[in-house]
């Protein structure tokens, strides 16, 4: 196949050594934040930076987003959201998803953190700590967290406690909403629906990046996205409509030049015969390239895909290169492991798993350097 060029080593001039290079374009991020935004008819768009910015850094990403006008942060833990304050300053509001825990008052109190209270347990227990501005987390179909049809009617039983709460939003998560055509999508607007009609009035939430992409019904009044912010394709099977922020490269260290048959990696799993050449990179599951890549995954360079032979092990990864001319590739070139030529839902693919997987498991070994500007 013939692709672009890979970038030229001015781009990279801050990679010194030889651990993996990590891009992070966080201009792509805002750029993305804001084509999310636009989606939304008055224009009310969060962000999810939990697990560290999908490990791509909260902490160089928030503010950022901040600068791009966005004022609601998603996190699933206090700490998290303990971290980002200094960040963020007091102008956000930081939204911690995975609750409210008495043991962590004081990280919500100093921090001014906002629960989204999942049980009737966590309502009594931030109310009896003197909470007020929470958001309350309804199950409308994914039975992971939030209030059930029972605990629900017990809320709205108790008039006192929803007088003393300040909701600032009805919210529930959607479980199908990569799969457009799963009918759990309009079930679980549906029962959303029911339950707003019920509820006291307060503003409401419901979709991730590719509730979004469902249309208008799914927005409500505030959008949650993280995976697509970046650059992950919310809409699998058509083509991704975000910018891509990660690029990923890892560089040559040896390269084989095979006479006679011999096999390649542990285990043996690859066999290579004369004329065929390798090439071995330094990246390997500890740095996240993961080992369900052995053999399926593949990189790309000067216009050419390298498809991982071999298993990857903890540093290293092998690469056929028998494609290239000779002396086309050598010991200090980079190869594209994610970038314009292999995007993160292809290698997720290839891994057998998600690209949010891939995102957060991209090692702190990497030399993360930022774009922006
Ligand atoms: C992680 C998460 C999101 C963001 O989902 P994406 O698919 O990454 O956009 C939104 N809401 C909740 C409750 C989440 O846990």
Not at 76 to 98: K, Q, S, T, W
Not at 100 to 123: G, M, Q
Not at 197 to 208: D, G, I, M, V
Not at 302 to 311: A, E, H, M, S, W
Request: glycine share 10%; net charge negative; aromatic share 8%.
């Amino acid at each position: 196949m013939t692709c672009d060029d890979t970038p030229n080593d001015e781009q990279h001039g801050e990679l010194r050594d030889g651990c993996p290079a990590l891009e992070i374009d966080l201009d792509a991020i805002a750029a993305n934040w804001r084509l999310l935004r636009e989606k939304h008819a008055r224009k009310h768009c969060a962000a999810v930076i939990k697990a560290d910015g999908y490990g791509l850094g909260a902490a160089r990403i928030a503010p950022v987003l901040q600068d791009a006008g966005c004022r609601e942060f998603f996190v699933a833990h206090a700490e998290e959201g303990a971290a980002l304050r200094p960040v963020l300053g007091d102008g956000a509001r930081i939204f911690i998803l995975n609750g409210f825990n008495v043991a962590a008052r004081d990280i919500y109190a100093e921090s001014s953190l906002i629960p989204v209270l999942n049980t009737i347990a966590e309502i009594a227990d931030f109310i009896a700590c003197g909470g007020r501005d929470c958001i309350v987390h309804f199950d409308t179909g994914m039975t992971r967290l939030g209030l059930d049809p029972a605990q629900t009617d017990a809320l709205l039983a108790r008039k006192d406690w929803l007088g003393r709460l300040n909701i600032l939003y009805w919210m529930s998560h959607l479980a199908c909403a990569d799969t457009p055509d799963h009918p759990l999508n309009a079930k679980q607007l549906g029962t959303f629906r029911a339950l707003l009609a019920r509820l006291p009035e307060a503003p409401a939430t419901l979709a991730n990046s590719s509730g979004i992409f469902l249309g208008p019904d799914y927005h409500f009044d505030l959008l949650r996205p993280g995976y697509a912010l970046y650059g992950g394709n919310p809409v699998p099977g058509q083509d991704n409509p975000m910018r891509r922020v990660v690029d990923l490269q890892a560089r040559v260290l040896q390269i084989h030049d095979i006479d006679t048959a011999k096999t390649v990696g542990y285990g043996a799993t690859r066999g290579v015969s004369g004329g065929q050449r390798i090439a071995t990179a330094a990246i390997g599951y500890a740095d996240g390239y993961m080992r369900s890549l052995s053999n399926a995954g593949y990189g790309y360079f000067k216009g050419n895909i390298l498809p991982v032979t071999g298993r990857i092990s903890m540093d290293l990864t092998t690469f056929d290169v028998t494609d290239l001319p000779e002396g086309a590739i050598v010991p200090g070139d980079r190869i594209e492991l994610i970038g314009a030529h292999v995007s993160v839902d292809q290698v997720a693919a290839a891994a057998g798993t998600i690209g949010y997987e891939i995102l957060t498991r991209l090692g702190k070994r990497c030399h993360r350097i930022y774009r922006q500007g």
